[in-house]
């Protein structure tokens, strides 16, 4: 059993606030089953805060940019530290939204149409019939997504964007939210997301009372098995480690059985007691101790 582990939270990126309250969370867990735990605000002196307290694991706790997109974990593997979740590639290819949704295609994963444009293209004229989604290439927690219907006449990327020159146009797909979590390959169950406005957005996600979550999911059985299938396919196709979260569009506007689409892999889920995975870990009897430990017994480097 590893005795000493970092908990890296905060970071820079836009998803600050999420990952202090998911590393504090998990640093507590971590005390309380029975490890010395070292909390560290990650800026520009990490590899310097490594040195000096010489952990044995790593636990990641960043989210967005810098954090999950490879960044951390390359640093990680040059300072040859294990640490949990998953690796460069996988936490690189998941971050970056074009690539996530190659990788799907090319292993037969159903996701909704779109293309990779710009800010001034897309303003232009529409890359795609409407509704149809915006949305940066490479954030977390729905920043900058919107939502483009017809009639709509405000441009499609307003003033207010700051996530650069790209952006990422995918098909609305009405319906239900989805999601499913993956801990060592196995998917744990799938969870529905229910929002008042059916948009399961950074508010709907974090604020008291935004959403409500549904456990197990009242889907249609064929549905519910295929949801767990997929997740655990993209979840080897992205090479991911540890655990992650997929999340599903599921068109069911015409009846049940409808059809799903995957958004996304999230590499590195929020990781609170209420959380989307710890819930779906929970609802399997591994409380949230037991969970933060397997995941720092798991941890690994160059792989």
Not at 139 to 153: K, L, M
Not at 161 to 184: C, F, I, K, Q, S
Request: with cysteine.
């Amino acid at each position: 059993m590893s005795s000493h582990v970092a908990v890296l939270m905060g970071g820079r990126s836009a998803e600050r606030p999420v990952s202090l309250t998911s590393g504090k969370a998990c640093a507590q867990a971590l005390r309380t089953a029975g490890y010395q735990v070292t909390e560290i605000d990650v800026g520009a002196d990490l590899a310097a805060r490594l040195l000096e307290i010489k952990p044995d694991v790593v636990f990641n706790a960043l989210h967005g940019r810098w954090g999950e997109d490879g960044c951390v974990q390359g640093l990680l593997e040059l300072m040859e530290l294990s640490y949990t979740h998953s690796g460069v590639r996988a936490s690189a290819v998941a971050m970056y939204k074009p690539a996530t949704l190659e990788v799907f295609r090319a292993h037969g994963i159903p996701c909704a149409e779109g293309c990779l444009s710009t800010v001034a293209a897309v303003n232009e004229k529409d890359p795609l019939d409407r509704p149809y989604v915006v949305k940066p290439p490479s954030e977390g927690s729905t920043f900058g997504v919107r939502i483009v219907w017809a009639g709509d006449n405000e441009p499609p990327v307003g003033s207010d964007w700051r996530y650069g020159d790209d952006v990422l146009a995918e098909r609305y797909v009405p319906g239900r939210e989805l999601t499913v979590a993956v801990m060592d390959g196995k998917a744990l169950g799938v969870t529905e997301i229910l929002t008042d406005d059916g948009f399961y957005d950074y508010d709907a996600k974090y604020a008291d009372g935004g959403s409500r979550h549904v456990i197990p999911a009242p889907i249609h059985a064929d549905v519910y098995a295929k949801a767990l299938e997929l997740s655990e396919r993209a979840h080897a196709a992205l090479g991911c480690r540890g655990v992650s979260r997929a999340d599903f569009r599921y068109d069911d506007t015409d009846g049940e059985p409808g059809a799903l689409y995957m958004l996304e892999v999230n590499t590195q889920p929020g990781m609170t007691p209420t959380s989307l995975v710890p819930e779906l870990a929970a609802h399997n009897g591994i409380e949230f101790p037991a969970l933060v430990r397997w995941m720092v017994e798991d941890a690994g480097c160059a792989r």
